[in-house]
């Protein structure tokens, strides 16, 4: 989110900027194998600051009250879990992202969209993707079967940490990614907006799962958002609180959890 509102408040010529340096490199772009390893490294980076924060928060005494999480994650299993999902991204995303691009028809204009324009696509497709999840992980946790078979595996962790927003089984992942391209094929994105919400996307599961509620965070500076405790809640009682941004639905259809003040007396 902070590269979204950076981008806009640069205005539409840094857009236009970063777009002709994109678009030079346009074989590049659509290329499986660069998209697949982008959107892994990407994950790898916005999850970094918070395995150091656990490495550290050890012995920094000040952030033990913006934890909410009671475990913190060592680094062999912050490395075994990127081995993991590593896997999954050759064995499963890969293959997935080429059938896409060899039958999507991607036209990438010359002209990059204006400020306002991404802006709009980009909270466009958060709005179906945040609707298409809420629908599908609902039915998911009332289905058994599809629960022990498709999401079991992404429930292992009760104590979430920033990098197990992806430790999901294949077919999560692939489901995953199949609405986010059907939500920016829904909006009718520029290539350009189009990034912007993986990237958008990238981060907010990253904070969903970091563990950590710090003043600045999403959900703090925008109400409408769940964040880091909306989801925790979710792990730790396998039920409500199904939305990955926003939280209307949870409202609407009452599912949406209390979140209770921890032990150490921080929200």
């Avoid at 000040?62 to 064995?91: D, P």
């Avoid at 509620?213 to 979710?234: K, V």
Wanted: hydrophobic content about 45%; charged content about 15%.
């Amino acid at each position: 989110m902070i590269v979204l509102f950076s981008l806009i408040i640069g205005g539409d010529a840094l857009l236009q900027w970063i777009w002709d340096f994109i678009y030079a490199e346009r074989h590049v772009l659509l290329s499986p194998h660069v998209s697949v390893c982008a959107a892994f490294i990407t994950h790898l980076i916005f999850s970094a600051p918070f395995m150091l924060l656990d490495v550290f928060s050890p012995y920094v005494g000040w952030l033990h009250k913006y934890r909410i999480c009671r475990e913190v994650v060592g680094l062999r299993q912050w490395f075994r879990c990127a081995t993991l999902i590593l896997r999954k991204y050759i064995v499963g995303v890969l293959p997935l992202t080429a059938l896409f691009l060899s039958v999507r028809r991607t036209h990438l204009p010359e002209k990059a969209p204006s400020c306002f324009h991404a802006f709009r696509e980009c909270v466009s497709c958060m709005l179906i993707f945040d609707t298409l999840f809420f629908f599908c992980h609902y039915t998911i946790h009332k289905i058994p079967w599809l629960y022990h078979n498709v999401h079991n595996i992404h429930h292992q962790h009760r104590d979430t940490f920033a990098l197990a927003a992806q430790d999901s089984s294949i077919s999560e992942l692939l489901s995953l990614q199949t609405l986010a391209f059907i939500s920016a094929m829904l909006v009718g994105c520029h290539p350009f907006s189009e990034i912007l919400f993986h990237l958008v996307n990238t981060w907010m599961a990253v904070e969903d799962h970091c563990g950590y509620d710090f003043p600045w965070s999403m959900h703090r500076l925008l109400p409408c958002f769940g964040g880091a405790p909306h989801h925790l809640a979710h792990h730790q009682h396998f039920k409500g609180n199904f939305a990955p941004y926003f939280r209307h639905w949870d409202y609407i259809f009452g599912t949406s959890l209390p979140i209770l003040v921890n032990e150490r007396g921080h929200r």
